[in-house]
C-alpha cells in the first residue's frame, strides 16, 4: 500500500512540473524567443551632402516610331562647408533623372574658397549668355541672388553675398555661369604661394 502511495506522488510531481512549463505560442515553429531572433540591419547613414533640385523639364524626341517622352533634372548638392557640385540626368521618370542628376552632382563636387562667410574677392561668372557679378558682403548682408543661383551659393556654404544676373535667365546657364564664377575665386595665400611671395607683400 505504501509503494502505491509513492508511485501516485511522483506521477503527481511530473504532472505539476509539465503544467507549470511555459507553453510555446501557437505558431512560433522557430521555438526562438523574442531577443534571441535576429536583429534587424541598421539604416543607412544619412548623407554628407544636402540636395536641391533647381528644375525638372519635359524633354520630348521625335523620331520614326513617334515621339518619345522623357524628364531631364538638374540638381545642385553640397554640404554647406565650401563644397559643391551640380549634375544633370535623364530618364522616363521624373524620380530617376532625379537620382541620376544627384549621382552625377557628387562625382563632380569642387571646393570653393570662403573668408569670413563670403567670397574673397569680386568676380565674374560667365556661360553661354548668361552672366553673373559676385561681390562680397559684409556680415548680416545675407543672399542676395535669384533662385537657380542661390541654390549653388547656399549649399556651397557662403552666407553673405551680393549679385546680379546680366543675359538669359536659361536656369541651367545660371547655375553653371555661378559655378564658374565661385571655380575663379583665389585666396590670398594661395596667389602668394603661386607668385613666391609672403601675403604682407600682395
Same mark, same amino acid.
Given at each position: 500500500?505504501?509503494?502505491?502511495?509513492?508511485?501516485?506522488?511522483?506521477?503527481?510531481?511530473?504532472?505539476?512540473?509539465?503544467?507549470?512549463?511555459?507553453?510555446?505560442?501557437?505558431?512560433?515553429?522557430?521555438?526562438?524567443?523574442?531577443?534571441?531572433?535576429?536583429? /534587424?540591419?541598421?539604416?543607412?547613414?544619412?548623407?554628407?551632402?544636402?540636395?536641391?533640385?533647381? @528644375?525638372?523639364?519635359?524633354?520630348?524626341?521625335?523620331?520614326?516610331?513617334?515621339?518619345?517622352? /522623357?524628364? @531631364?533634372?538638374?540638381?545642385?548638392? !553640397?554640404?554647406?562647408?565650401?563644397?559643391?557640385?551640380?549634375?544633370?540626368?535623364?530618364?522616363?521618370?521624373? @524620380?530617376?533623372?532625379?537620382?541620376?542628376?544627384?549621382?552625377?552632382?557628387?562625382?563632380?563636387?569642387? %571646393? *570653393?574658397?570662403?573668408? %569670413?562667410?563670403? *567670397?574673397?574677392? &569680386?568676380?565674374?561668372?560667365?556661360? @553661354?549668355?548668361?552672366? =553673373? *557679378?559676385?561681390?562680397?558682403?559684409?556680415?548680416?548682408?545675407?543672399?542676395?541672388? !535669384?533662385?537657380?543661383? /542661390?541654390? $549653388?551659393?547656399?549649399?556651397?556654404?557662403?552666407?553673405?553675398?551680393?549679385?546680379?544676373?546680366?543675359?538669359?535667365?536659361?536656369?541651367?546657364?545660371?547655375?553653371?555661369?555661378?559655378? &564658374?564664377?565661385?571655380?575663379?575665386?583665389?585666396?590670398?595665400?594661395?596667389?602668394?604661394?603661386?607668385? !613666391?611671395?609672403? $601675403?604682407?607683400? =600682395?
Amino acid at each position: 500500500m505504501a509503494e502505491n502511495e509513492q508511485v501516485v506522488a511522483e506521477v503527481a510531481s511530473q504532472e505539476g512540473e509539465n503544467t507549470s512549463a511555459p507553453k510555446s505560442k501557437r505558431g512560433n515553429f522557430s521555438g526562438k524567443r523574442k531577443d534571441e531572433r535576429r536583429e /534587424r540591419a541598421p539604416r543607412k547613414e544619412a548623407s554628407e551632402f544636402d540636395k536641391q533640385v533647381v @528644375s525638372v523639364r519635359r524633354v520630348q524626341k521625335v523620331v520614326k516610331g513617334g515621339r518619345t517622352l /522623357r524628364f @531631364s533634372a538638374l540638381v545642385v548638392v !553640397g554640404d554647406r562647408k565650401g563644397r559643391v557640385g551640380i549634375g544633370i540626368g535623364k530618364s522616363k521618370e521624373v @524620380s530617376a533623372a532625379i537620382e541620376k542628376a544627384t549621382t552625377d552632382a557628387r562625382k563632380n563636387v569642387v %571646393n *570653393i574658397p570662403i573668408v %569670413n562667410d563670403t *567670397i574673397p574677392h &569680386n568676380t565674374i561668372g560667365k556661360f @553661354s549668355a548668361t552672366s =553673373i *557679378i559676385m561681390l562680397p558682403a559684409p556680415e548680416g548682408t545675407g543672399v542676395i541672388a !535669384g533662385g537657380s543661383t /542661390r541654390a $549653388v551659393i547656399e549649399l556651397a556654404g557662403i552666407k553673405n553675398i551680393v549679385t546680379k544676373r546680366h543675359g538669359s535667365s536659361n536656369k541651367m546657364n545660371c547655375v553653371k555661369a555661378t559655378m &564658374n564664377g565661385l571655380l575663379s575665386l583665389k585666396t590670398k595665400e594661395e596667389i602668394a604661394r603661386r607668385r !613666391g611671395k609672403a $601675403v604682407e607683400e =600682395i
